[in-house]
């Protein structure tokens, strides 16, 4: 199908919904230039998730030498991103929320570009976290990723919280307990939705991927859209192949037009 043909396709769905919850993955965010992490072509982009893997959560907390190396891939990772701004998927979705269809996004993303495009009250929630800031492990407040770094630069040691707890960037390693918090409100605007949006997630990561198959047995219809299949396709009511960014833009534009 051509990318007209997905939108009208998609905003036909929209149109038709009381309210949508946009569940997004790593593809949303692969416009922007973070690569995603299991598509074939994930690793030609200028960054590379196999060359930088992402430290087990064990691994992280069994040494100090372990959290040091885990900090020097964040800020290398941070170098070779740059600056990262919303892309039109994004955007769509910020507009979709502004109008009001869309009730909430919840995101495995850790880039941040949600809350980036959102308006200030949208509904975002970070399941995986946010690579944005850091967090202590012990009593939870917040450090700033540059005044870690400036430390780390001077220093050269895994840093700590005033508390002596340690420091780690805020997002959810594997292995690590997933936020209740955040799970309880993706459970929330699940149940509450009548369509929900897959994007660009290949559905792979549990807990994450149980959502959309409680919003199937909760009576909402499922809509996905992703390049590559995946395991939810046979049971969703639309499933799109198509660009993301070219096919939110065009199905929101549809819906947002004045009538
Ligand atoms: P994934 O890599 O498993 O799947 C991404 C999917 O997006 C792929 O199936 C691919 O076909 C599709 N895709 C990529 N670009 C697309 C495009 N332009 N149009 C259409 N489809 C496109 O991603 P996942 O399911 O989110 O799981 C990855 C895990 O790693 C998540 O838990 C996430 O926290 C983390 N991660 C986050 C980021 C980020 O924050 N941007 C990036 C990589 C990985």
Redesign the pocket.
Known sequence: MAIEDDARALAALIEGARAVVAFT???I???CG??????KD?DTTKFS?RRHPPMPFDVFMASEANQREAWRRKFAMDDQLGDVVPGKGHRALAALAASGKVIGVVT????GLHRAAAAPGDDIVEL?GNGGFATCLTCGVRHEIKRVREKFEIDGKAPRCLCGGIVKSATISFGQAMPAEAMERARALTLACDLFLSI??????YP?AGFPLLARRNGARLAI????P?PFDESADLTLR????ATLAAAAARVLAPK
């Open positions: 993955g790593a593809g965010s692969t416009e973070i690569p995603d992490f299991r598509s994930s998730w495995q993303n850790i880039d995986h660009g997630s290949s559905l792979a990561v994450a859209v992703n390049r590559d995946t198509g660009d993301i960014g």
